[in-house]
């Protein structure tokens, strides 16, 4: 695929969201890292519902740990950090071919210190009343990656 985008999910928490994210790289051919420790098993059932049935045929890499994954990085790889404290928005990014798209866990987000040492490759989705504290994971996940997907050409 010309856009060849690795979807990053830092510690996810909720295995329903993992699932729709596995479901989602699956149909973009995306590969999904998943960066632990992980809030569920792999084997969870509602990990199952939400898109194990297509688990097999993901390409999924786990890693012990951030530094673990940082390891596995190319030089130069291409990093964008999700979060809604971040100054740009994802409009203003210019995503690369084999982008990595990097997300928080669901309950506390990517550490302040992470989207402050990338400030310039950290974008939010903006978010229009006060009263959302943010997205749900898997929605942003969608959004990122399909205007990544946008922008690179199908
Ligand atoms: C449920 S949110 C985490 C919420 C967490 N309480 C926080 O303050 O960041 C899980 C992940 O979804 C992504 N996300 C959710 N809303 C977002 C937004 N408006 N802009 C960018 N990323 C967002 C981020 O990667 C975030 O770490």
């Known amino acids: 695929m010309p856009h060849n985008l ?42 199952k519902r939400a898109g194990l049935d297509y688990w097999q045929y993901l390409n ?10 940082l390891k596995t990085l190319p030089a130069g790889a291409p ?3 999700f979060s809604k404290k971040a100054q740009r928005h994802y409009f203003e990014h210019r995503f690369a071919p084999g982008s990595y798209l990097i ?14 040492q990338h ?5 939010r989705i903006p978010q229009y009343d006060d009263r959302v504290r943010s997205l749900n994971l898997s929605n942003a ?7 990544a997907i946008r922008q690179l050409g199908v």
Not at 8 to 17: D, G, K, T
């Open 6 to 47: 690795n979807v990053v999910l830092l510690e996810p928490e909720i295995p329903s969201n993992t699932g729709s994210i596995g479901r989602l790289c699956l149909a973009t051919q995306s590969t999904l890292h998943l960066v632990e420790p992980l809030g569920f098993e792999i084997t969870d059932s509602r990990l």
């Open 60 to 69: 999924v890499v786990r890693h012990a740990d951030w530094d673990a994954f």
């Open 79 to 81: 990093c964008v950090f």
């Open 103 to 116: 997300f928080g866990k669901e309950t506390l987000g990517l550490p302040e210190d992470l989207i402050q």
């Open 119 to 123: 400030a310039e490759t950290a974008v």
């Open 141 to 147: 996940v969608s959004i990122a990656v399909y205007e």
